[in-house]
Nanobody, 124 residues
Framework: QVQLVQSGGGLVQAGGSLRLSCAAS????????MGWFRQPPGKAREYVAS?????????????VQGRPVQGRFTISRDSAKNMLYLQMNSLEPEDTAAYYC????????????WGQGTQVTVDP
């Protein structure tokens, strides 16, 4: 089992920045990937970015809600502290969503574990 506890998020003006954090605990030695999903209000959940836990290789969605991800958002991890981050810059109102930290264990390589979610609201 892996437990994920998120922090960060909140209200920001358009053009501003926020950093989301996710603390992983439990069987973190068996992690394959960690990542971020988000769910805008009234819309489907969507993939944002992920990181290979062992190597740090990063992956990004080409775009979310028609906006580029790479170049605005940066996923990173501190494997020694079992922390995952999402630095979000140049935020736009379309980035308003509930953001979820996710973890995939080696055994399934699927995002079996989800954080509690954190709200990000971007005012125009």
């Amino acid at each position: 089992q892996v437990q994920l506890v998120q922090s960060g998020g909140g209200l920001v003006q358009a053009g501003g920045s926020l950093r989301l954090s996710c603390a992983a605990s439990g069987r973190t030695s068996n992690l394959f990937n960690m990542g971020w999903f988000r769910q805008p209000p009234g819309k489907a959940r969507e993939y944002v970015a992920s990181i290979r836990w062992s190597s740090g290789e990063t992956f990004y969605a080409p775009s979310v809600q028609g906006r580029p991800v790479q170049g605005r958002f940066t996923i990173s991890r501190d494997s020694a502290k079992n922390m995952l981050y999402l630095q979000m810059n140049s935020l736009e109102p379309e980035d308003t969503a509930a953001y979820y930290c996710v973890a995939a264990p080696q055994s399934t390589r699927k995002y079996d574990y989800w954080g509690q979610g954190t709200q990000v609201t971007v005012d125009p």
